[in-house]
Nanobody, 123 residues
Framework: VQLVESGGGLAQAGGSLRLSCAAS????????MGWFRQAPGKEREFVAC???????LYTDSVKGRATISRDNAKNTVYLQMASLKPEDTAVYYC??????????????????WGQGTQVFVSS
């Protein structure tokens, strides 16, 4: 199984970006996909996850600013973020969890992880 994130980089506060995560080696539609992030010196934290298109969770700090979506035909999950803040600066990881287990905000409940993509938001 491989999860490969892309789309990170430098952004300005108030700007937007879209992260992508391409999955291979798994039956993508059978997995719930999550986005997590880890800032320097902090623990990895939940950002958003998606099961079927109508089952989605967001952490409170990104609600109204983030949109998670998936394209099962492309085996890809996306995280669109707007109104970026410096506190969004982190390495962003995508993760996969068997969908039958339901959505989860817990790091330990995801089986597969990508290597991460760095997002830096300047003020």
């Amino acid at each position: 199984v491989q999860l490969v994130e892309s789309g990170g980089g430098l952004a300005q506060a108030g700007g937007s970006l879209r992260l992508s995560c391409a999955a291979s080696g798994l039956t993508f539609g059978s997995y719930a996909m999550g986005w997590f992030r880890q800032a320097p010196g902090k623990e990895r934290e939940f950002v958003a996850c998606i099961g079927r298109p109508d089952t989605i969770l967001y952490t409170d700090s990104v609600k109204g600013r983030a949109t998670i979506s998936r394209d099962n035909a492309k085996n890809t999950v996306y995280l669109q973020m707007a109104s970026l803040k410096p506190e969004d600066t982190a390495v962003y990881y995508c993760a996969a969890r068997i969908r039958a287990y339901g959505l989860s905000m817990e790091v330990g409940e995801y089986e597969y992880w990508g290597q991460g993509t760095q997002v830096f938001v300047s003020s």
